[in-house]
């Protein structure tokens, strides 16, 4: 019997670890980012050799156009992006002489297996795996099929810009989309099997391994998404679909007018009479997929900021209370200990912090910010909780070399004392901060491992352009690199 009391006794980490973050559309590849191929695999060899026992990636859903992992098409859906082409060809699906990365579309080669798939040129044993796989998606991949679909026919538009029986759902309109797009309805179905399967195969390897995979959850979802469209009663949308509120920031010292993200807000007095159905099958969903699952803006769910859809800004909004502690009390009588981390950073209350601490779940410490005022910075290894997790920088910091040359010289020579006086030069002295620290995760972005610069980070907040298209090249990576980190893992005990 485990004690409620006992902070780390429901704490989804129970030992001391390290661990590396890259999303996999950073990548090495011939295509237009990493996928889910032999790149993959031999980045899980290297995190087993570097003694490294988590990898973290951002959201893996299909992106808009701007192609950020944090306003996805679906909640559920894969990017078909991620697909190795490769990996088809290794399971015998496709001709391997058929792959010409820039001349070839991963759609054709996709469209190609496809219709071989259904000729009957696959094996029977994984016809029925895709049967099985479309049986028990259905609930969401019959409405992402035809998001998919019907969005593509009128040219992009989002939803509420269609025409008004498809906005609405009216089954007449949904019945004629199927008939008339039925195969390419069928192509995505099978889209999403391939991907899920490719997802399977490799998380299986990694955990193999003994390497676990980190997830991240975004708390809100894309207005113009799969999820917002087909349940709409779950949202907080005026009669033609569009949001009468939308969530963000207030204003702090990072935006004199706050971050106006335009998410819709849910209607939480919905949910909460469905027993939060949504909520608990998107975790059930999230969780098979990983083995620990990052939330995303978690202070949303004690309180969250709803701005005025007309709002330009998000400066005239209001703090709304949340049923947090309701769903995640559902959320742990379903999946007990929750293996979640809790995205705490911002403007934290004690009840944000109540909220986090009555469930176990660790929250974050980011040690790019632990230098800009006294002793008692949260953010300083000596003020850490046990159950939390430690990172240089994050996928919205710069990178720590970045970072460390951009600092006035002062603050500069404020960390190197702080951090001893240092021989090793920026980012190690850091890296070595966080894997000596009491948090039982360590978690480094993989820029930091190879002592990039700041023109190598993944996302600046607030900007729209040159964002989450990094990628690394093998060669940029130290010789010795692994045997350093497996080193500082001996070493701190991780």
Same mark, same amino acid.
């Given at each position: 019997m485990t004690d409620h009391h006992d902070p780390l006794a429901h704490s989804p980490l129970q030992g001391r670890q390290a661990g590396i973050l890259l999303h996999p559309t950073s990548l090495p590849g011939p295509w237009s980012c990493g996928d889910l191929g032999a790149e993959a695999y031999r980045f899980v060899d290297f995190l087993a050799a570097a003694g490294q026992r988590v990898w973290q990636l951002l959201p893996l859903g299909p992106t808009h156009d701007d192609g950020s992992p944090y306003q996805a098409l679906s909640a559920y859906a894969g990017n078909p992006e991620l697909i190795s082409v490769e990996r088809l060809a290794e399971w015998g699906w496709l001709d391997g002489s058929q792959i010409r990365p820039g001349k070839v579309s991963k759609t054709e080669l996709l469209g190609q297996v496809h219709a071989a798939f259904t000729s009957g040129g696959i094996d029977a044993g994984v016809w029925a795996e895709y049967e099985a796989f479309t049986a028990a998606q259905a609930d969401w991949l019959?409405? *992402?099929?035809? $998001?998919? #679909?019907?969005?593509?026919?009128?040219?992009?538009? &989002?939803?509420? /810009? %269609?025409?008004?029986a498809l906005r609405n759902r009216k089954s007449k309109a949904l019945a004629a989309v199927r008939e008339d797009h039925a195969e390419a309805l069928a192509l995505i179905r099978f889209e999403q099997f391939v991907f899920h399967r490719q997802w399977e195969?490799?998380?299986? *390897?990694?955990? /193999?391994?003994?390497?676990?995979?980190?997830?991240?959850?975004?708390? $809100? #979802?894309?207005?113009?998404?799969?999820?917002?469209?087909?349940?709409?009663e779950c949202f907080l949308l005026d009669d033609t679909g569009w949001p009468s509120v939308v969530a963000g920031v207030p204003p702090d010292y990072f935006s004199a007018t706050g971050q106006r993200w335009g998410n819709p807000?849910?209607?939480w007095e919905f949910m909460e009479e469905d027993g939060f159905a949504w909520w608990l099958r998107r975790m059930e969903h999230q969780?098979?997929? *990983? =083995?620990?699952?990052? !939330?995303?803006?978690?202070?949303? $769910?004690?309180? *969250?900021?709803? #701005?005025?859809?007309?709002?330009?800004?998000?400066?005239?909004?209001?703090?709304?209370?949340?049923?947090?502690?309701?769903?995640?009390?559902?959320?742990?009588?379903?999946?007990?200990?929750? &293996?979640?981390?809790?995205?705490?950073?911002?403007? !934290?209350?004690?009840?944000?912090?109540?909220?986090? =601490?009555?469930?176990?779940?660790?929250g974050m410490k980011i040690l790019q910010f632990a230098f800009d005022s006294g002793s008692t910075n949260p953010y300083l290894p000596h003020n850490y909780p046990v159950n939390s997790v430690v990172y240089t920088g994050t996928h919205d910091n710069d990178t720590t070399v970045g970072w460390f040359h951009q600092i006035h010289p002062g603050l500069q020579g404020h960390v190197l004392e702080f951090l001893g006086g240092p021989h090793e030069p920026m980012p190690w002295p850091l890296i070595r901060s966080a894997y000596a620290s009491v948090a039982r995760l360590a978690m480094i972005p993989l820029q930091d491992a190879l002592e990039l610069g700041g023109e190598h980070r993944m996302n600046t907040p607030g900007t729209s352009?040159?964002?989450? @298209? %990094?990628?690394?090249?093998? @060669? /940029?990576f130290p010789e010795g690199l692994a045997e350093r980190l497996a080193r500082l893992v001996d070493l701190y005990g991780r």
């Open positions: 019959e409405d *992402y099929a035809l $998001f998919r #679909v019907i969005k593509s026919a009128h040219e992009g538009r &989002p939803w509420p /810009q %269609w025409p008004a195969e490799l998380k299986h *390897y990694a955990n /193999q391994r003994a390497v676990g995979m980190f997830g991240d959850l975004p708390i $809100f #979802v894309a207005h113009d998404s799969a999820d917002v469209w087909a349940r709409r807000h849910y209607d969780l098979t997929l *990983y =083995d620990l699952v990052r !939330i995303d803006h978690f202070r949303g $769910f004690e309180a *969250y900021w709803e #701005v005025p859809a007309h709002e330009a800004t998000a400066m005239n909004g209001r703090w709304v209370k949340a049923p947090g502690e309701r769903l995640f009390e559902l959320l742990r009588d379903e999946f007990d200990p929750l &293996p979640v981390v809790a995205e705490d950073l911002g403007i !934290i209350t004690p009840e944000v912090e109540a909220l986090r =601490d009555d469930f176990s779940l660790p352009d040159g964002n989450w @298209s %990094w990628r690394f090249d093998w @060669s /940029q």
